[in-house]
T-cell receptor
Framework: AQKITQTQPGMFVQEKEAVTLDCTYD???????LFWYKQPSSGEMIFLIY??????QNATEGRYSLNFQKARKSANLVISASQLGDSAMYFC????????????FGAGTRLFVKA | DVKVTQSSRYLVKRTGEKVFLECVQD?????MFWYRQDPGLGLRLIYF???????EKGDIPEGYSVSREKKERFSLILESASTNQTSMYLC?????????????FGPGTRLLVL
């Protein structure tokens, strides 16, 4: 069975510092995709970054990067130079080819950025 | 930009009422999804649809039904609302490509069942 685990219910970070949000996954699929979403208090889920299991390099999108360690089955999100607007809920998600169209989500990590 | 809209941001209903949640996407996406989000549980898939008039059960379909009469519109129906269906409901859509396509979400509907 596929599973996503986010062990940090909440995190604090000082403005302008970097922060790492943890995500581990479990799947028997040989090919899968990993996603991170941001959910501000407004409720909308915003796609941040994607990593394919066969991608040789870690994905980066602006201040977001994904620290992908395939052997450890981890896909941590790194946010550099945190901003107050980064305060939100962050969800790690995964989809495997054998899972069809189903994406499974972790429980989420709430990030608080302090001024 | 992909745009997914949901008919209501906030909804209050009474136990036993029939509830319709509407979702519309404007990017000609084949796949559409309904999730509910509860604290500590993340997002759980209720139903999804990969084509007009096609639907598949997700992980928690009990108490819900769906309708997809047009490609751009996917409706979630609570036949007889119950208090344990109080939740945040999120609609999403994606292209039908290789299977690992990104899902785009609507703003969500916060439903309170009294």
């Amino acid at each position: 069975a596929q599973k996503i685990t986010q062990t940090q219910p909440g995190m604090f970070v000082q403005e302008k510092e970097a922060v790492t949000l943890d995500c581990t996954y479990d799947t028997s699929d040989p090919s899968y995709g990993l996603f991170w979403y941001k959910q501000p208090s407004s409720g909308e889920m915003i796609f941040l970054i994607y990593q394919g299991s066969y991608d040789q390099q870690n994905a980066t999108e602006g201040r977001y990067s994904l620290n992908f360690q395939k052997a450890r089955k981890s896909a941590n999100l790194v946010i550099s130079a945190s901003q107050l607007g980064d305060s939100a809920m962050y969800f790690c998600a995964m989809r495997g080819y054998t899972g069809g169209f189903k994406t499974i989500f972790g429980a989420g990590t709430r990030l608080f950025v302090k001024a | 930009d992909v745009k997914v809209t949901q008919s209501s941001r906030y909804l209050v209903k009474r136990t036993g009422e029939k509830v319709f949640l509407e979702c519309v996407q404007d990017m000609d996406h084949e796949n559409m999804f309904w999730y509910r989000q509860d604290p500590g549980l993340g997002l759980r898939l209720i139903y999804f649809s990969y084509d007009v008039k096609m639907k598949e059960k997700g992980d928690i379909p009990e108490g819900y039904s769906v309708s997809r009469e047009k490609k751009e519109r996917f409706s979630l129906i609570l036949e007889s609302a119950s208090t344990n269906q109080t939740s945040m409901y999120l609609c999403a859509s994606s292209l039908k490509t290789g299977g690992l396509e990104t899902q785009y979400f609507g703003p969500g509907t916060r439903l309170l069942v009294l």
